[in-house]
């Protein structure tokens, strides 16, 4: 089946990008307004001392533009996205990237010209100009990163070489999107196919175990092909992340994306810890699905496909719509209606073409509804797909509709709460409508794969970045042999004995983009055992725990992440919520045995 072209989708299909820009002339003159707001804040500079009013207006105006930055910059790169070989829109995000980093440079002195102001005089500012305290914690967080933060010259090159640093991050992303191709495949009917990003899970979700193994050995052999190129992307990026770290005085690479959200990296270790503890029930898993299966040997590209068969089921996107508004019918009306807003005014991207950005995310410009970008295949994975991203979307509205631009936006660490919390009360409403002992432990199945997928998966990822970003630190180059070969390791740790090990898998790192938002995906597992958590509380009818969930959508960053899992009664530094979730793998493991 031939993939579509993006001029041949229908428009109920696609999402409405007219919400945030009319058209492209209405973007290009936000362009022009933009670089005269990005001029207009180097005005400031200097002068932030001198005056509580000159202090609030710098703020105000840094707020502006860069609420105006973010809608320019999503719709540029979301217009990219709906076809990464479309030279048009490639151009609309250069340029969007240009802006941005010229807005960093332009605003690289406000840092370090807030942390000279004293908190003695910062106190008289907010008695001097009461409309400032709306900014007190936006100006507290800056004081709290005093000691990670250079005097003006430096942070203004920072900056500039931050343009630099997103090189390898950006080549990756047109390689991995637009560039590579796949040897095409012989389907389940005999016929050739194209092998996509997008198409790859289906087929590794196949019943036809020569479907999965061919899609698997195309998918790493064109990783295979270009493997020294990806890995000095890899490279690349590690490099430019220890060289930020260490310019702003951090031990580690892995302790400065942390700091910025507050989390002890104490959190990181102890995820790690847990699983690692946790290994038999993994190991549990893999004899379980060798088992059913019924192989003598289980491949690397057996892991995807059911382990029980003849229930497997397609859906249409109609359906699918109607599954996630009928399992998430304890989240209350008022939610359920937000969710209808979005599928019925086009808040999605639906199908795959030529071209499209693979995979699925959320996102959006504040004082516009989010976006969903989704390929939809119809498969069960997909249905949840749409329950995930649906569940960032809300969050964001949420956050946006209650906090001011600047807190807003919440941190990565709380970014899967919600997504996963939505998958979480999905399966629980599937497991309970049917009275069928075959798709009960079809279901059981799926949500074991999404315990696999995120807790265990996620944790060897965050592994093997901890492990390659201490490479760097310790001066060893990551060459292709020593990715490939602490990933291939990895894999044998976490997976057991029962499975064998291809030699192909060795590559997976390459196709991973995560990976050059470094120390990103630790988070997925922190996030499943929070939301595991959260859920637990809603289903059980806990009093409060729909109202406390809500107050933690509607957060943004007006609290830190730890404390606002606390108010939903979760509490990420106590690793009890990771171990719970752990043992929760092994309930379900169990009933799956026992069905």
């Known amino acids: 089946m031939k993939l579509m072209k993006r001029e041949e989708q229908k428009t109920e299909d696609t999402w ?40 609030l ?29 479309n030279f048009y829109y490639q151009g609309f995000a250069g340029e969007a990237e240009i802006k941005m980093n010229l807005l960093q440079a332009a605003v690289s002195y406000m840092v370090p010209q807030i942390l000279e102001i004293s908190r003695e005089k910062l106190d008289e500012f907010y008695e001097e100009e009461p409309e400032l305290s709306a900014y007190r914690l936006f100006i507290e967080n800056i004081q709290r990163q005093k000691e990670h933060t250079l005097d ?38 005999g016929e050739k196919v194209p092998l996509t990003q997008g198409r790859f899970i289906s087929f590794m979700e196949s019943g036809d175990r020569r479907v999965r193994q061919e899609a698997f050995t195309s998918l790493y052999a064109a990783y295979r092909q270009n493997i020294n190129t990806v890995a000095a992307m890899y490279d690349a990026n590690a490099r430019a992340t220890a060289f930020f770290a260490k310019e702003r005085h951090y031990d580690s690479a892995l302790e400065a994306a942390l700091d910025d959200s507050e989390i002890p990296v104490n959190v990181y270790h102890k995820l790690i810890e847990a699983v690692h503890d946790n290994l038999d029930t993994m190991y549990d898993y ?80 504040y004082g516009v509804h989010p976006y969903v970008l989704l390929n939809f295949q119809g498969t069960l994975n997909h249905v949840f797909t749409l329950a995930h991203e649906m569940g960032h979307a809300l969050h964001s509205h949420y956050s946006d509709k209650h906090q001011p631009y600047l807190y807003a936006g919440y941190k990565i660490f709380v970014a899967e709460v919600a997504s996963t919390c939505n998958e979480a009360l999905l399966i629980h409403y599937l497991l309970e409508k049917t009275e069928d ?82 120390f990103y995906v630790y988070q997925y597992a922190t996030g499943f055992a929070a939301a595991i958590a959260i859920s637990s509380r809603i289903l059980n009818g806990e009093e409060g725990a729909v109202e406390d969930y809500k107050r ?14 606390k108010l939903c009664k979760v509490d ?3 690793g009890k919520p990771v171990q719970k979730a752990l043992e929760v793998f092994r309930e379900y493991l169990e009933m799956l045995k026992q069905i």
């Open 16 to 55: 409405a990008l007219e919400d945030l820009y009319i058209n492209d002339d209405a973007w290009k003159s936000d362009g022009v307004r933009l670089q005269f707001a990005i001029d207009q804040i180097k005005e400031y500079d200097g002068h932030l001392q001198e005056s509580a009013r000159k202090l």
């Open 57 to 85: 207006e710098c703020l105000k105006a840094y707020e502006e533009v860069n609420c105006l930055m973010e809608a320019y910059y999503v719709y540029a790169n979301q217009r990219y996205h709906q076809d990464t070989a």
């Open 152 to 189: 003006e010259k430096g942070e203004h090159m920072l900056a500039a070489a931050n343009e630099m640093a997103k090189g390898a991050s950006n080549i990756y992303s047109m390689f991995n999107n637009a560039d590579i191709r796949f040897a095409d495949i012989t389907d389940e009917k």
């Open 286 to 365: 893999v004899a379980l699905r060798k088992k059913l299966l019924g192989v003598e040997e289980l491949h690397m590209y057996d892991v995807y496909v059911p382990m029980v068969s003849g229930v497997e089921k397609k859906y249409t996107f109609e359906e699918a719509k109607k599954l996630v508004l009928e399992g998430l019918a304890p989240m209350g009306e008022d939610y359920l209606e937000l969710l209808r807003e979005g599928f019925d005014n086009r808040w999605i991207d639906v199908y795959e073409n030529e071209g499209k950005r693979n995979g699925a995310y959320s996102w959006g410009a």
């Open 437 to 518: 002992k075959k798709e009960k432990a079809y279901l059981i199945n799926y949500f074991l794969d999404q315990f696999k997928g995120t807790l265990y998966r996620q944790t060897m990822f965050a592994e093997f970045e901890m492990m390659t970003h201490d490479m760097v630190k310790e001066g060893k180059t990551l060459t292709a042999q020593v990715l490939c070969d602490t990933y291939r390791e990895l894999n044998k740790k976490y997976f057991g004995q029962d499975m064998v090990i291809d030699d192909e898998i060795a590559y997976e790192w390459a196709r991973i983009p995560h990976f050059y938002t470094p």
């Open 552 to 565: 933690f959508l509607s957060g943004g960053s007006s609290m830190s992440p730890i404390e606002l899992l």
């Open 572 to 574: 990420m530094t106590s």
